[in-house]
């Protein structure tokens, strides 16, 4: 399968806590994208990773990419209720995996 | 700039009826993917289409099918109805494919339910 996937399926931290998700995936890949999606909503993209880049930051998340170990993380600082969503890992564009949910406890 | 559209937002049909889902995307995306999410399945990718071409493909069968216009919208359709077709389906633009990729912005998706 080409699809990626996360682990842990489900996290619950504190708020102020941080988060960290991982994604495993089986091909060689050109880029890794990591989405964000609140409840039965579309999702949203949070950062682009390429295959020739190890390591990308936006704000609060960090993103990783290990090619030889086919494995990427995200992680996400200083938690915030409103980081409650689930989290996707996606591998040359289309193929998800099933997610991480992410809960934040306020 | 406007986001992704996705019309209609909620739909009920019966088994062996056919839908047709719209997708309007960012205005200059000239990619709009489809997907289907479903709690049992996760988010599959149904197909792409770029400048009008399907351009990639998942594995649905041929119920499903798509067309893309000269403006770049998008719609999606699916034939005889199964309930198994219960799902969410996004829509997605980008300003390019393959090689030329970019993230992706979604849609907020349509809830087609199948009684």
């Known amino acids: 399968s080409q699809q990626g996937e996360e682990d842990p399926q489900a996290l619950s931290i504190q708020e102020g806590e941080n988060a960290t998700m991982n994604c495993s995936y089986k091909t060689s890949i050109n880029n890794l994208q990591w989405y964000r999606q609140n409840s039965g909503r579309g999702l949203v993209h949070l950062i682009l990773i390429r295959s020739n880049e190890r390591e990308k930051h936006s704000g609060r998340l960090r993103v990783t990419l290990d090619t030889s170990k086919k494995s990427s993380s995200l992680l996400i600082t200083a938690s915030r209720a409103a980081d409650t969503a689930s989290y996707f890992c996606?591998?040359?564009?289309?193929?998800f995996g099933s997610g991480t949910k992410l809960n934040v406890k306020p | 700039k406007a986001g992704v559209t996705q019309t209609p937002r909620y739909l009920i049909k019966t088994r062996g009826q056919q839908v047709t889902l719209s997708c309007s995307p960012i205005s200059g995306h000239r990619s709009v993917s489809w997907y289907q999410q479903t709690p049992g399945q996760g988010l599959q990718f149904l197909f792409e289409?770029?400048?009008?071409?399907?351009?990639n493909k998942g594995n649905f069968p041929g119920r499903f099918s798509g067309r893309q216009f000269s403006n770049s919208r998008s719609e999606m359709n699916v034939s005889t109805l199964e309930l198994g077709d219960s799902a969410l389906y996004l829509c997605?633009?980008?300003?390019?494919?393959?090689?030329?990729?970019?993230?992706?912005?979604f849609g907020p998706g349509t809830r087609l339910t199948v009684l």
């Open positions: 996606a591998t040359e564009q289309f193929y």
């Open positions: 997605a633009s980008s300003t390019g494919t393959g090689a030329l990729y970019n993230e992706q912005f």
């Open positions: 289409y770029f400048s009008e071409t399907q351009r």
